[in-house]
């Protein structure tokens, strides 16, 4: 069997990135759900359910849904971090299914970030 070499891992990685990176043509918008034990226990199942019936009555095909673990910040939860295509991402905190369907039609849908909702904007990663 051929052993791995760092070339073959940056093909794998560029390829992976491709297929998520919204800039590549992915999708309009990335909303990822923060769903770890804190995020779990303050709701944030009810905010993923929200999500995924607004995407589905509206037959939305170019949204990713997604989850991810903590973003650190357990007293806010539950958060999502909304990534419009071509926009800095935008971390939304104590989010309540009627809150999270505003955030959806106002910044994903219309492009206009709801602001008295909003922790941070832009991203803590580098690279």
Do not use: N, Q, W
């Amino acid at each position: 069997m051929p052993k791995i070499t760092p070339g073959d891992l940056d093909k794998i990685r560029e390829e992976i990135r491709k297929t998520t990176l919204l800039r590549e043509g992915a999708g309009r918008a990335k909303i990822i759900v923060h769903l770890s034990t804190c995020g779990l226990a303050a709701g944030a199942r009810t905010i993923m359910k929200a999500l995924m019936e607004e995407i589905d009555i509206r037959g939305i095909t170019d949204v990713l849904l997604m989850t991810s673990s903590c973003a650190g910040l357990c007293s806010r939860e539950p958060m999502v971090t909304v990534e419009v295509k071509d926009e800095p991402p935008v971390k939304y905190v104590d989010m309540t299914p009627e809150k999270i369907k505003k955030v959806f039609e106002e910044h994903v849908l219309g492009g206009k970030i709801v602001s008295e909702y909003a922790l941070s904007l832009g991203s803590e990663r580098v690279g």
